[in-house]
T-cell receptor
Framework: DSGVTQTPKHLITATGQRVTLRCSPR?????VYWYQQSLDQGLQFLIQ???????AKGNILERFSAQQFPDLHSELNLSSLELGDSALYFC??????????FGAGTRLSVL | GENVEQHPSTLSVQEGDSAVIKCTYS??????FPWYKQELGKRPQLIID?????GEKKDQRIAVTLNKTAKHFSLHITETQPEDSAVYFC?????????????FGTGTKLQVIP
């Protein structure tokens, strides 16, 4: 167990809908990263937050948004969902050394 | 931005043989190079990392080498075992502390044949 908690584990929804993925980082970790992993694909970096502020942005679609709250948990919001958004979404957290600890992921299925 | 290329995309070795995975990066400011292992259906987990002031690092059967001049780094696994079968990702990080951004390679699927 990495200490990073992601909920829910699985999410099934329909096209056009909106969902929220939640991540609780390890105790003391200020950075949270979000990644998308499609079937048999690599890890696509979406966005990073550090202590509540956005620090880096990757290939995140405009339909997607995220935030990090004062208690350091983070949420990834996906709206107007399309079939191609079906993927495994990972959250990771880190402290200053940069080592990222990954959560177990949320598997999103858009039908 | 940073671009990390990883080769090969798939690798099959006989149990007991060595496996080598190579990565190149584009941003000369990159100073942190971790390697992650992802078993089927599981989360990526850090197996070893190296920083730009070190050329080589070993941890039991795993070693990583870094050539900053050529901007490439490699993962070496010796005496491979079936449990080494997984997808391995290299990554390159820039910045420090909370400003660190990490770019992952596309992954190498390693299969160790018993």
């Amino acid at each position: 167990d990495s200490g990073v908690t992601q909920t829910p584990k699985h999410l099934i929804t329909a096209t056009g809908q909106r969902v929220t993925l939640r991540c609780s980082p390890r105790s003391g970790d200020l950075s949270v990263y979000w990644y998308q992993q499609s079937l048999d694909q690599g890890l696509q970096f979406l966005i990073q937050y550090y202590n509540g502020e956005e620090r880096a942005k990757g290939n995140i679609l405009e339909r997607f948004s995220a935030q990090q709250f004062p208690d350091l948990h983070s949420e990834l919001n996906l709206s107007s969902l399309e079939l191609g958004d079906s993927a495994l979404y990972f959250c990771a957290s880190s402290v200053d050394r940069g080592i990222q600890y990954f959560g177990a992921g949320t598997r999103l299925s858009v039908l | 931005g940073e671009n990390v290329e990883q080769h090969p995309s798939t690798l099959s070795v006989q149990e007991g043989d060595s496996a080598v995975i190579k990565c190149t990066y584009s941003d000369s400011a990159s100073n942190y190079f971790p390697w992650y292992k992802q078993e089927l259906g599981k989360r990526p987990q850090l197996i070893i990392d190296i920083r730009s002031n070190v050329g080589e690092k070993k941890d039991q059967r795993i070693a990583v080498t870094l050539n900053k001049t050529a901007k490439h780094f490699s993962l070496h696994i010796t005496e491979t075992q079936p449990e080494d079968s997984a997808v391995y990702f290299c990554a390159a990080g820039t910045g420090s502390g909370g400003y660190q951004k990490v770019t992952f390679g596309t992954g190498t699927k390693l299969q160790v044949i018993p």
